[in-house]
């Protein structure tokens, strides 16, 4: 059940990434009286977009890393069981 947990939170925690970018955007063309330039808006979504797919991969092994991790501790804590009969 665990394992499930990261990926049920996703969808909200990476709506709420985009916003946030989404937002900042919004008001550095707002501060400086013109707008940004679509092009380089696309480049950025871009560029975030490919650091997303990093930080979803590295998610990712850092769970399957957790899970192992954890398989190994439920083992080694039936070994110590069984050594202490």
Sequence with gaps: STANAPEDD???RYSRTDR???SRYS???N???SSVPSNALEKR???LERELAKERQENARLVK???DKEELIGKLKEE???LNR
Excluded: F, V
Aim: proline letters at 5%.
């Design 65 to 67: 890393m957790t899970q």
């Design 31 to 33: 501060s400086s009286g």
């Design 20 to 22: 946030t970018a989404y």
């Design 45 to 47: 979504i871009e560029e």
């Design 27 to 29: 008001r550095d063309a």
């Design 80 to 82: 110590i069981d069984l």
């Design 10 to 12: 996703a969808p909200n």
